[in-house]
């Protein structure tokens, strides 16, 4: 796996804690197929042959390692990339499958990229909920007023649409940004869409492989300009205007863009809060519970509480998960910090004690 960030985020979603100090478990490449890989695809490759016998005698068959899988980033044994069955399934490869939500759904569920559960719930996915029974989605040049009346994950984003004139409102496209400004879900700060598809060439200014740095500015070399920003909204307005009037759709646009300026404000303002935290000091004690290997001290004093022994020594084998559950029960639950924080100086009490949770104070 070419970025590392992205093993490290596997890794951390699919390791197993070890109750007994003896590190994570990081569980096999089974496990990442059925789960992150599902979606967003193996490397197949084949160690040989091996011979079977079928109903037209022996025959040779590939032994393949990432085998089934049909995510969309697939890399195939001959280079090649993607899987046209992500959306288009074997066999029948349906178009009225892929303009259908539900394929969508398949991925684009949630909890980190809630696509599906949006457009559930809007407006547009209440018609198709309603009507779509009357809806034609097999016409290949697909006419909007008559094959469907209301918009569908591939109508804003892949097909090629006409209006019942026959002009081409929107042009066929596989390329998921084309039609996209921003990039919204999955990452902390909205930026704009990547250049290329491969993202594991992406370097922040500090060199990390991710979009933006941690007060939000975007790695310019390796996202869209303004312009390419400009000319995607310009593809996917001339979707909406298909329907709906350039004031109602100025109006959407205009939310959009200050639900971005709002949120990524907010995450912002948290990256500075968290940057006073650590630059005084106070967040090093922190660290020291929740980093690996880490000192297990501290963590020894819990383990006391519950009546189990333990040892008192670093630990090169110290997992993330163990620190943050001790010292969760340390002071969340059993310590200060188990108090509600509802009255009205609430909010400068939990920040007082916060401070004092990472400077070392409230440890017994």
Known sequence: MENGLYRLLIDSINSVPSPNRAGPRIDGDLTNADSCLYCHGTKITVS?????????????????????NQGVGRINPDGS??????????HEFS???????YTCKECHAGPDVPAFKVYETSKHGGIFSAVQKEWDFKNTRWTIGKDFTAPTC???????????????IANRTHEMKDRLPWRIFGL???HPQPKEADTSIIRNADGLPLPTD??????????????????A????ESICLACHSQSWVDGYWGRFANTIESTNSATFSATQIMTVFFSNGRGR??????????STKKIDTADERMGREQESSEDQGQTIYYAIKHVFRMEMVDGPLSRLYADSEGAAMQARDCGRLAGGELTS
């Open 48 to 68: 040989g042959v091996q011979s079977r016998e079928t109903g037209l005698g022996a025959m040779e068959f590939p032994v393949m390692s990432g085998w089934p």
């Open 285 to 294: 004690r922190l660290w020291s519970f929740c980093r690996w290997p880490v």
């Open 214 to 231: 941690f007060v939000g500015k975007g790695s310019e070399k390796f996202l869209q300009t303004k312009e390419e920003m400009a000319a």
């Open 154 to 168: 591939a109508v804003c984003h892949i097909s090629l649409l006409v209006n019942e004139d026959g002009k081409v």
């Open 233 to 236: 909204q310009q593809k996917m």
């Open 188 to 190: 902390v700060y909205a």
């Open 95 to 101: 178009v009225e499958m892929a303009r259908k939500p």
């Open 81 to 90: 990339k993607g899987s046209c069955a992500s959306c288009h399934s074997r």
